[in-house]
């Protein structure tokens, strides 16, 4: 039977800092990316692929406040479903059209995904993840004080509004996802960390206003599915200690108990490299064979173990 792989891709893969954040030059992004992705599927790798979300759900947001008093107010979890929505269209057509171009017949599917969270999470009552634009400290006090936003600081740049990022437990279409993936069809799931919802007494669904990290979410999928590799695809090309410091050195090679270990020595920072190596680590714990975290340009590379950062039990 053919290996699978779940590969995470960053949001620097379809949105890049120094470009103008047009859809042009999203689908553009989102080309330039697929190289890595094609090599696993010429080694007949069965895919899955996800991807962040986070200036596109900016994008999403500041559409609803400039529309504020004109048009229905869209809560955060369908700004989550819409970006997933619209992203994975884009990652599928530019995925299909690379295949057509080097004529390999898969079929490639984007599937809206929901992902169960406790409704008693504790990150949901004290909300840490920056959402959307930058503000002054007088519009966060009256955002806060109007909308009921949690308004908060981001480092020296401004205050931005925070929300809960609650902890992924199930994956509600893992079912459908890995029968897809069985048949060889290439699935793009759990965009922006997927949808987060929470089940109710009755056993229905019910959407929470929130923002899973894509990380912990394809690490989840990885696992509900049976994937032997986790690939996180990010804006660095290996995992380092010491980042930022004159003694900075990358790691070619980590055992998963290392990783522990500089984890816990507050090596990897919590909105940096800190939640990857905690989605790694309960990959591997629960069974993955390997994760290999590299940059996208460094992709191919690194899925063969030329590049990037593998991290093994």
């Not at 992203?87 to 992902?115: F, P």
Request: with cysteine.
């Amino acid at each position: 039977m053919s290996p699978t792989a779940v590969v995470a891709l960053g949001g620097n893969a379809i949105t890049h800092q120094d470009r103008e954040d047009t859809i042009a030059n999203q689908f553009a992004n989102t080309r330039s990316s697929l190289g890595g992705l094609i090599e696993l599927v010429r080694r007949d790798y069965n895919l899955v692929l996800s991807h962040g979300n986070g200036p596109q759900v900016g994008n999403a947001i500041l559409r609803v406040e400039l529309g504020r008093d004109k048009a229905p107010i869209l809560p955060l979890g369908i700004c989550v479903a819409d970006t997933e929505g619209g992203m994975g269209y884009m990652i599928a057509q530019s995925l299909y059209n690379r295949l057509h171009r080097e004529k390999i017949k898969r079929d490639v599917v984007a599937v809206i995904t929901q992902v169960i969270v406790d409704q008693d999470d504790p990150e949901l009552t004290d909300p840490k993840k920056y959402i959307g634009q930058f503000y002054t400290e007088s519009e966060a006090a009256s955002f806060q004080s109007e909308r009921g936003w949690v308004m908060k600081q981001d480092a020296n740049r401004g205050w931005r509004r925070v929300v809960g990022s609650p902890h992924p437990k199930r994956i509600v279409e893992a079912d459908i996802i890995r029968k897809l993936v069985a048949d060889g069809t290439i699935v793009i799931a759990a965009g922006g960390g997927g949808i987060p919802v929470y089940v109710e007494t009755d056993g229905t669904l019910e959407g929470v206003d929130a923002v899973i990290d894509k990380d912990r979410a394809s690490a989840l999928l990885a696992d509900q599915i049976g994937a032997e590799l986790l690939v996180i695809l990010t804006g660095v090309d290996k995992v380092a200690l010491d980042y930022g410091k004159p003694t900075e050195r990358s790691l070619d090679h980590l055992t998963a108990a290392a990783a522990a270990q500089y984890l816990a020595d507050g090596q990897f920072p919590p909105g940096s490299m800190g939640p990857k190596i905690e989605a790694a680590l309960g990959f591997l714990r629960a069974g993955g064979e390997q994760v290999v975290i590299s940059s996208i340009d460094k992709a191919a590379e690194a899925i063969f173990g030329n590049a990037g950062t593998i991290i093994e039990a």
